[in-house]
């Protein structure tokens, strides 16, 4: 009789872990890699959004953000220029944006605002915030 309930135990016991198992690789598939947006899935939800993209880090027009535009902000030193115009169907790269032209010159501020970027045009300063997950 002992023999039986022991093995009764095992069996339970094995196929409670290999269930185990199972849901762990089935989470494991259902799990997305969460990371910063991508200028494709910006564009995907806005196809007329007006974005550009800096070290691996797409930065969005912050005309209508309030804080961002009452941030007291200094033009500090040039870190980039805008080098490619965005069309449909292109890979998204470095330099490249969706509205601002060609050469459109990139400064960082001189006061560490998080991740807010000034682009010159004409004579108007434009605030940029990156787009980062959290």
């Known amino acids: 009789m002992r023999g039986i309930i022991s093995l009764f ?34 564009l995907a939800q806005n196809p007329s ?29 040039r ?5 490619k115009q965005y069309k449909e169907d292109l890979t998204f790269e470095q330099g490249m944006a969706t509205k601002l032209p060609v050469e459109t010159e990139i400064y960082e501020p001189l006061e560490a605002k998080g991740s807010i970027l000034i682009v010159k045009l004409k004579d108007d300063e434009v605030r940029y915030l990156g787009l980062f997950e959290g």
């Open 49 to 77: 959004v007006d974005v550009f993209q800096y070290k691996d880090i797409v930065y969005m027009n912050a005309s209508d953000i309030e804080w961002v535009q009452q941030a007291e902000l200094t033009i500090g030193e």
């Open 9 to 42: 135990i095992a069996i339970i016991m094995l196929t409670g872990c290999n269930q185990s198992k199972a849901m762990n690789a089935q989470q494991s598939q259902n799990e997305t890699t969460i990371g910063n947006p991508t200028a494709k899935e910006v």
């Open 79 to 83: 870190v980039g220029t805008i080098t």
